[in-house]
């Protein structure tokens, strides 16, 4: 999970940085949000469906609970990289001395 959660970061920053330009181009706010979406679920949840990860569970129900773990480790990056830039804010803000 480590892993997945690591390769989502990654393929997130690499594929915003990447593709701004050509998703822009959609006009359409949630369209947007998909599009940054598809690819760091993709890549999470291959690297989860190669894995160990409770291969008891066949069919349906481990595809299910992949996508499932997969849009939580998307959504626990988002939170991750918001936090980050909030403090990165709130530190800037703290040593240029404040808002006057």
């Given at each position: ?6 390769a989502?970061f ?11 330009p050509?998703?822009e181009l ?7 949000l ?7 679920m993709?890549?999470t ?5 190669r ?8 069919g349906v129900?481990r595809?299910?609970?992949l996508?499932?773990?997969?849009s939580?480790?998307l ?15 709130f ?6 001395g404040?808002?006057?």
């Amino acid at each position: 999970m480590v892993i997945a959660s690591i390769a989502c970061f990654v393929s997130l920053l690499v594929f915003y940085s990447v593709a701004k330009p050509a998703v822009e181009l959609l006009e359409v706010f949630w369209e947007e949000l998909l599009a940054y979406a598809v690819i760091p679920m993709a890549v999470t949840f291959i690297i989860l469906d190669r894995s160990c990860w409770h291969r008891e569970i066949v069919g349906v129900a481990r595809t299910g609970c992949l996508l499932l773990l997969s849009s939580g480790i998307l959504a626990g990056v988002l939170l991750a990289i918001g936090l980050m830039l909030s403090l990165l804010w709130f530190c800037f803000n703290a040593v240029s001395g404040g808002n006057h």
